[in-house]
């Protein structure tokens, strides 16, 4: 159990680190007061450009696959949790969620960080195979509602929402045990809501008109040059 307990810590401190910010200042700008303050890869990309947005979407990303995968390789087993399949889910999960708390809630930044997509998407691609294929189908669907809509907080919720749905789908469909398939959808329910109500200032702004588009993806802009 404590070394369970030091998992979770690291990986919660591993999610803490603020890539969005540290490449701000790495650029001579506190991405804090830039475009809507947000540390995460979009406000990046839309204050100091695709590139350096794309590049801290990776760095989060990987905030979340790594704690996930090198406790899977390195400390999961079936001593710790009884040979239960939901438990061993369940303890396997917590490290993912950690890591998404630490980049929400950092505590190098009084608790105030980022919107956890990339985050929880790091996670959930590392538990393979289970939630593995369900992450990737809602990055396509990020994707699509992105490219059509030219919203990235929308294309973020839809995306969050539809998760524990595929989880469930593909875990009773490759012969989980069901309980264990109740351990994935309810957790990644869990973290579809944290990533919904942190976009509810995007979702305020959408019902209101004044949700800003990505350039990328917004096809009213017309291409100079």
Known sequence: MMVWLLWLLGAYLLGAVPFGLLIGRLRGVDIRAHGSGNLGATNVGRVLGKPWG???FVLDLCKGLGPVLAYHLL?????FVGGQAWLAALAWLAVGVAAVLGHIFPVWLKFKGGKGVATSLGALLGYYPVLTVPALAAAVIWLVVTKATAYVGLASVVAAVAMPVLAVAFGLAIGRD???VAVYGGVCALLAALVV???RSNLARLRDGTEAKVAWADKSKKPTG
């Open 54 to 56: 794309i590049g801290c």
């Open 75 to 79: 400390a999961a087993g079936p001593g």
């Open 178 to 180: 069901p309980g264990e």
């Open 197 to 199: 109500v942190r976009h």
